[in-house]
DNA sequence: CTCCTGACCTGAGTGC
DNA sequence: TGCACTCAGGTCAGGA
């Protein structure tokens, strides 16, 4: 499900939210997600505050300071189906906010110290269970496993034409197909690849390496609208996806060719068409890209 | 090394 | 209505 923007969507809710925040209690479902859930995550977190929320390609990154331990930091991956609600915990209806539903894998309940009030109820759920819970301690996410071979972010600075025309001449495969691959850059999935691809003129079936330095340069810029639009409309609602406080992400009424097999190119008039690269696929339109 | 396929899971949708 | 089948926003272990 869930790529770039979504989880970015993820991030600033539970940022906004969440920030300063101390967790007072964790549960979790005790079932194996993508790799089963930390032993005693809830000794480990409980207690602690919530320093700052970020992101690295579609994880999240939640920051924890625990008193009289070295500072940790929680990796959450939200798979194909995952999501994450917060809601906000009344005082007055006695702190429960509501009761858990299928697929919770996760439920963190918070206090907001500092002013004395109620916190909120942090619950990620997961169907599918393709996404995983992972914790570190802070400052080592970076060399951490899941995260070590991250290619780079595509809102970052080292995003640019060059850097994409380098990166695309030593790979064989085609341009959708490393678009997906998180090694060159990360958080790109199935959909932004499409519309990345769209946005700038380029057949997903060309090859990757045949990607020169116009046609990079495009692809760059393309990439970097392409989220910031999606970001700016709350990420794209399909299926499962919604943002944390339960509004669906707007950005699926702007799919110029993801989903749209058959219909018509909002560009040139002609057809979206679907083909299938590497077991996924691929909606472009054949007469704009090239 | 690189690249591709299949496996991991559940639920929604389709066609008979 | 029921059943069999396909497909889905991601990733990774295997094998070629």
Known sequence: MPELPEVETVCQALRDTTTG???VSVWNSGKTMRWPIPENLGEQISGAVITGIRRRGK???MDLEVTERPSLTMLIHLGMSGSVRITALNREEDKRAEGEKPHDHLVLMTRD???GKSGHHVVLNDPRRFGGIALCRKGDEIHHPLLKTMGIEPLGN????????EAMAAKKTSIKAALLDQ???AGIGNIYASEALFRAGISPR???RNIGPERAGRL????VDVLKDAIADGGTSLRDHVQPGGEIGYFVQRLDVYGRDG????RCGGQVRMIRQAGRASFYCPSCQR
Do not use: D, S, W
């Not at 760059?220 to 990439?223: C, E, P, S, T």
């Open 183 to 185: 090694r060159i850059i």
């Open 206 to 208: 060309r090859q990757a």
């Open 220 to 223: 760059a810029h393309a990439i």
């Open 21 to 23: 925040e101390k967790i």
């Open 113 to 115: 110290g500092t002013k």
């Open 59 to 61: 994880y999240v990154l």
């Open 263 to 266: 219909e018509t190119c909002r």
């Open 158 to 165: 080292a995003m640019n034409g060059p850097f994409v025309h």
